[in-house]
């Protein structure tokens, strides 16, 4: 089915090594000897082929998820998704926020993401802690489709916006394999790495290399006043999926730390519904 190639994708994907973020699509080289080999006796030529093959070739997006998307089960059986690739990844300045409100004593909010200065300036109404000013999550590369489908399961434009971000993807698997990416991605070590640094809309003005980060969009609070005013903290439950997510990329050793030690809010039924909403769509998925 579907699903079990959805798994299986995320489990070769998911070896950082493998990652496609930085280099062309992986399936572009095979699928043109293929076709070069198989019209060899046409009159096609080789330029009109590889012509057909880029205009042919579908769009795709890459999607930063810094919450409960950082588990690959909730993509694949909570939002029936598919991911093409995915990798572990950092968002330099900005910062977690929970100030989507959700359910009060059920599930009282969910994670965002919001520029290091708008932050900054709401830093006495946050418990989030903003010294690092980085959100480390999953770089995941999606279909059109797939795209559609966070967008519309996530509340864009009601709940959220779409962010446009360059994101740095881990270096090596260590337990700091995300703050090594960003030391590497923002030093300046030759004139040539000089002309291929940019400065992204962080408004930080840290210098970011084209070369170490990607292009991407996430998600941040749609309303001015969810941006501007103190986060809610979130149900256990919640947290845990964020967790969950945090291990399954093996994401820094600190982070995960910080997501562990993160104060919750109150629910008035156990720790809240996001667990339970994910374990049933397990379920419901692995007996089809």
């Not at 890459?62 to 409960?68: R, T």
Request: hydrophobic content about 35%; proline content about 5%; aromatic content about 8%.
């Amino acid at each position: 089915s579907y699903l079990l190639l959805g798994i299986s994708e995320m489990m070769v994907h998911h070896n950082r090594s493998r990652c496609s973020f930085l280099s062309p699509d992986y399936f572009s080289l095979p699928f043109a000897v293929f076709l070069l080999i198989f019209n060899s006796g046409s009159n096609l030529s080789t330029c009109a082929t590889c012509h057909a093959i880029a205009n042919s070739k579908p769009k795709t997006y890459n999607y930063f998820a810094f919450g409960s998307n950082m588990a690959s089960s909730t993509m694949i059986y909570l939002r029936n998704i598919s991911p093409l690739a995915s990798t572990a990844a950092v968002l330099p300045g900005h910062s977690l926020r929970f100030n989507i409100p959700g359910v009060r004593g059920v599930e009282p909010s969910s994670a965002a993401v919001e520029p290091a200065t708008d932050a900054k300036s709401n830093s006495e109404n946050t418990d989030v802690g903003t010294e690092e000013q980085v959100v480390h999550g999953v770089l995941y590369k999606l279909t059109e489709e797939d795209f559609g489908i966070i967008c519309r399961t996530e509340g864009v434009p009601l709940a959220y916006s779409l962010h446009r971000c360059r994101v740095v993807p881990y270096d090596g698997d260590g337990e700091a394999a995300g703050a090594d990416a960003m030391r590497r991605a923002t030093s300046i070590s030759t004139e040539s790495e000089r002309t291929t640094k940019i400065i992204p809309n962080n408004e930080n003005g840290e210098q970011l290399s084209r070369k170490y980060s990607v292009p991407a969009f996430t998600l941040r609070a749609a309303r001015k006043g969810w941006r501007e005013g103190g986060d809610i903290p979130p149900s256990k439950s919640y947290l845990n999926v964020l967790i969950r997510g945090a291990k399954e990329f093996a994401l820094d050793a600190s982070y995960l730390e910080m997501l562990e030690n993160f104060p919750v809010g109150r629910t008035w039924l156990g720790n809240g519904l996001a667990e339970e909403m994910l374990r049933v769509a397990e379920l419901q998925n692995k007996n089809v």
